[in-house]
């Protein structure tokens, strides 16, 4: 087999596991917003390291992404002590999205390298960006076993979890900030617009189907996997982009989800 | 020894929600704080919490300072929020709600201790269901089981009757009156005192201020309902001689 394709057969199983842990402890946390912010942000730091790059320093992406998307969840982690996390999240994505423009529109010959951070494409990566993605997706799912009850509790009863000494802020930071390792590592893969439809759309199907939350981790990585698998299979036969035929599968996954829920 | 005691404690947020609160409450007590929307019981409680730092004065729970030192105590409480503040949505069992707190620590929980928590509580035959499935009433017994699984000095209840049914409400009053027998104390933050009148041994009425304490027929006179509410409240003697307000 094309060694392309094995390794987007692998890497699409990589961000199918990030989407699950990621994308379920986003909704369980009632934030799904976060991940598209999440997005976003890294985008303005993606097209920082484009325009260092277009002037002569040689930087990798990686960094200042999760370095902007980390930023971003900590100004939207203190702005939640005072009011809904989500508006936190909706103004610092507004904030990374005008740094970007800013930074994009000052950068030559820039057309090509941000489409794909835009859309993604799992078919174009380097092995940079596989061993990223690998390293990140065994940090993601190190880190979250052993916090896991912590964000489970912080999730169900933040006023609880707080009297009973958890400290939810400091928390609510760690698990907004692995939740942008997850989203910056498949920044590439699946691309910034896209990413929200292959985190989050998984992991509220699976919210609607699953009777526990071992069952929704496991259904939203199912969904996640076929939809990333579909997508390239159908991508090979008729040439259309992988990441937006998976984008379309999830998405419709949980509209059939929830019409079925409705009738 | 003194449970809590508050010494002069303000607090504002935009504006001044408690004003000089000096009260103690002793150890084995069974105290309920009551008094209408916004008059600063959820603050209250955040205090004695440690969560809040007081504006003015000091807050001191089993003689700690309760903002400074809550690491010290806050295994000492036994906390039930109010049960709207809880995401429903989350797939949780039962089990996995009693043991959620410890695990949180790294705590191993058995799952005798959780039946034991859910015996006291009437509800050991539904340790695998799930949580959201249960009525108001049930969820309120588990989250009551859930706070006394760790066997606290104290209880800090938040509104712990909202949306329960009868049943459940009887049981969790038969629970708090057996932990005051045992000599733990119980604080209950409530809007409506009818369903532990009869067994609370003070009644703190509060509006931003202390309006009156002590025994509940002692409180409840027409004059400190007014004084805490804006107006008036009917109130009933009942059969047991206790004074009811009817709100």
């Known amino acids: 087999m094309d060694e392309l394709l094995i390794k987007a057969i692998i890497v699409s199983a990589l961000v199918s596991i990030n989407a699950a842990v990621a994308g379920t402890l986003t909704v369980f946390r009632r934030a799904s917003f976060l991940v598209a912010g999440s997005a976003h942000s890294a985008l303005a730091g993606v097209a920082v390291a484009l325009f260092l790059n277009s002037i002569g320093f040689e930087v990798h992406y990686f960094a200042f992404a999760l370095l902007a998307a980390v930023f971003a969840a900590f100004l939207s982690a203190r702005a939640s002590k005072y009011g809904d996390i989500n508006t936190g999240i909706a103004i610092a994505f507004a904030l990374s999205m005008a740094v970007a423009v800013i930074f994009i529109s000052v950068t030559r010959n820039y057309a090509s390298s941000v489409w794909q951070f835009l859309f993604g494409d799992v078919l174009l990566l380097t092995d940079d960006d596989f061993a990223l993605i690998a390293i990140s997706t065994a940090f993601v799912l190190i880190a979250t076993s052993f916090l896991y009850h912590k964000f489970l509790f912080i999730s169900f009863d933040p006023d609880g979890a707080e009297a009973f000494g958890i400290n939810v802020h400091l928390y609510d930071f760690i698990l907004i900030s692995l939740i942008s390792i997850s989203v910056v590592s498949a920044l590439k893969a699946i691309g910034a617009i896209l990413v929200f439809s292959i985190f989050i759309a998984p992991s509220a199907s699976a919210m609607e189907l699953g009777k526990s939350t071992k069952a929704v981790f496991s259904i939203s990585f199912i969904i996640a996997l076929l939809s990333m698998y579909f997508g390239l299979v159908i991508s090979y036969q008729y040439s259309l982009p992988a990441g937006a035929l998976a984008a379309l599968i999830s998405s419709l996954t949980y509209f059939t989800v929830t019409a079925r829920k409705m009738s | 020894m003194k449970a809590v005691i508050f ?186 005192i009818n369903p532990i009148l009869h067994e609370v041994d003070r009644v703190i009425l509060l509006n931003r201020r202390i309006i009156a304490t002590g025994k509940p027929n002692d409180v409840f006179t027409e004059e400190n309902i007014i004084k805490a509410y804006g107006s008036s409240i009917p109130l009933v003697i009942c059969e047991d001689g206790y004074t009811h307000p009817l709100r």
């Open chain 2, 7 to 192: 010494c002069d404690v303000s607090f504002s947020y935009d504006k001044k929600v408690l004003e000089d609160l000096n009260f103690e409450i002793e150890g084995g007590e069974f105290v309920a704080i009551l008094g209408p929307n916004g008059a600063g019981k959820t603050t209250l409680v955040k205090l004695i919490l440690g969560l809040l730092k007081p504006e003015k004065g000091w807050v001191e729970v089993f003689g700690y300072d309760s903002f400074k030192e809550r690491n010290k105590f806050v295994d000492l409480i036994g906390y039930l929020p109010q049960r709207e503040e809880i995401a429903n949505e989350l797939p949780l069992t039962v089990s996995q709600v009693v043991k959620l707190p410890l695990l949180s620590k790294g705590k191993k929980v058995s799952d005798e201790k959780v039946v034991e928590a859910l015996s006291m509580v009437g509800m050991e035959g539904d340790v695998r269901k799930r949580f959201n499935e249960l009525s108001g009433g049930q969820q309120q017994r588990v989250l009551l089981a859930r706070a006394l699984v760790r066997n606290p000095e104290m209880l800090l209840l938040d509104e712990p009757f909202n949306g329960v049914d009868i049943p459940s409400q009887e049981k969790i009053v038969e629970v708090l009156s057996n932990l005051t027998s045992k000599g733990k104390t119980v604080i209950a933050v409530v809007h409506n």
